[in-house]
């Protein structure tokens, strides 16, 4: 049997582990288009304040480690078409220009994704960058080591753009967030925690902006002029961090898609045609909260799929268990986590749902030194079934939102949170656990 991968990047890399591990006679052919393979994008800001020293460290395995593994690597080297009908892949060489066809048995589609790029007039200026990539990184690392880049603005108030806020401010730059959400983070976070987060900036010298949309760059040699809807701002380097969107154009009008693009998969990481899987980014997930299709292009989501398409490329052994799209983020000296749907994105949803914030010491109050934590927990009303939960605090929340996790993962209710058993001892917590007593307080508002 011959498998050909597509892409190298977290779901390409796990499959081809996956798959030489479980298939020692299957022949595996990778083509990359760049000349490197697995790197952590969300270690960029991280290198670009300086907690990573080294940015060849955000690589967790090479060409040289899947090649030894077993598969056949081919870096720099681009589909440019794929034919599903007659399983057959058209590859250019990017070195040596030649263009040559494969065939297959087996194909795999880890094609990731790319950063939106909205058709904002200006914005081909070469001070306005993405951050993605490796390539990315290093252009973020330099500018943020370059003593003339003094204003940075930042457009997009997700994980990475309030990553990147952070790590230029740490650097010593003015920094200016925009976004044109009413608060950063409101995918993740409901506004008590999204307002605590704007406050933590504005504490750091940050300008944040939200409800303000860019409407055009306008470029002078001494700044770019960034033109919102309610007023302007200059900067020396701008970010552009505003979403992404999956890289399937290779299969359109050939594999069933949702309406931006991201591919659809069985329980078993197979695509509309059945000889055809795909994982990562370019893949819509299963979302359990809503049991629904939603694209949520995490490198945790994609390493879990390319895994099991090694599992099940014979045929199907292990099912895709489906994501609460559970993630974290450190800001400064705040924790932040987060699983499954927040209360605003059940309302828009139209789901039957209720929610209950409050806040709680980590560990009993005669201990020395403890922290409180904000929380929140969301449920469908009547099931109890428990849809979200966010943490914030000082305290490190983040292993609470794995619990969290597996809660939604497994459809628990809020009694079954309230009560379940989990350890006491007044250095960890107290004899309820904050996850059981922020169920508690929600089963109380359920049953009032």
């Not at 000889?275 to 299709?293: I, K, L, M, Q, R």
């Not at 489906?322 to 450190?330: A, C, I, P, V």
């Not at 949170?417 to 960890?428: I, K, R, S, T």
């Amino acid at each position: 049997m011959k498998v050909i991968i597509i892409g190298a990047t977290h779901a390409g890399t796990a499959t081809i582990k996956s798959i030489t591990k479980r298939h020692s006679d299957v022949e595996v052919d990778v083509y990359e288009k760049n000349d490197n393979v697995s790197f952590l994008s969300c270690g960029i800001a991280l290198t670009v304040q300086g907690e990573v020293k080294n940015i060849e460290d955000l690589f967790y395995s090479s060409p040289a480690i899947l090649k030894e593994a077993g598969a056949n690597i081919h870096m720099k080297h681009e589909v440019t078409r794929v034919d599903t009908t007659n399983k057959t892949v058209d590859i250019l060489n990017l070195v040596t220009n030649e263009t040559f066809t494969e065939n297959y048995d087996k194909l795999v589609a880890s094609t990731g994704s790319w950063p939106v790029v909205p058709p904002i007039p200006g914005i081909d200026d070469k001070r306005i960058v993405l951050s993605k990539n490796y390539t990315h990184a290093q252009e973020l690392i330099r500018y943020a080591n370059d003593a003339s880049i003094k204003r940075v603005v930042i457009i997009g108030g997700g994980y990475i753009g309030t990553e990147l806020v952070e790590a230029f401010n740490v650097k010593g730059c003015e920094v200016t967030l925009i976004d044109n959400q009413p608060t950063v983070l409101n995918r993740y976070f409901d506004a008590e925690f999204t307002k605590n987060v704007a406050q933590l900036f504005a504490s750091h010298g940050v300008a944040v902006e939200t409800g303000k949309t860019v409407q055009a760059f306008e470029s002078t040699e001494e700044a770019i002029i960034i033109k919102t809807d309610d007023g302007d701002f200059s900067a020396d380097l701008v970010v552009m961090s505003v979403g992404f969107r999956p890289t399937t154009q290779l299969f359109q009008n050939q594999l069933e898609m949702t309406q931006n693009g991201a591919l659809i998969v069985n329980d078993y990481m197979q695509t509309s045609d059945p000889d055809v899987f795909a994982a990562g980014d370019s893949v819509a997930v299963h979302y359990n909260p809503t049991g629904e299709n939603a694209y949520i292009p995490l490198a945790t989501n994609a390493v879990r799929q390319g895994t099991l398409i090694g599992y099940n490329l014979i045929s199907p052994t292990i099912k895709y268990m489906g994501t609460q799209s559970t993630s974290g983020l450190k800001l400064y000296d705040l924790n932040m986590a987060s699983s499954g749907l927040t209360a605003a994105h059940a309302k828009e949803l139209g789901l039957d749902a209720d929610s209950l914030t409050m806040t709680d010491n980590f560990r009993p109050e005669f201990m020395s030194s403890t922290e409180p934590v904000l929380m929140t927990i969301t449920w469908e009303k009547g099931t109890q079934r428990i849809l979200g939960v966010q943490l914030q605090s000082k305290y490190d929340i983040s292993q609470s939102a794995n619990t969290a996790s597996v809660a939604i993962q497994n459809r628990m209710t809020l009694t079954e949170l309230a009560f379940v058993d989990m350890l006491f001892q007044p250095w960890f917590d107290r004899p309820f656990n904050y996850l059981n007593l922020l169920a508690q307080a929600a089963l109380d508002k359920e049953e009032n």
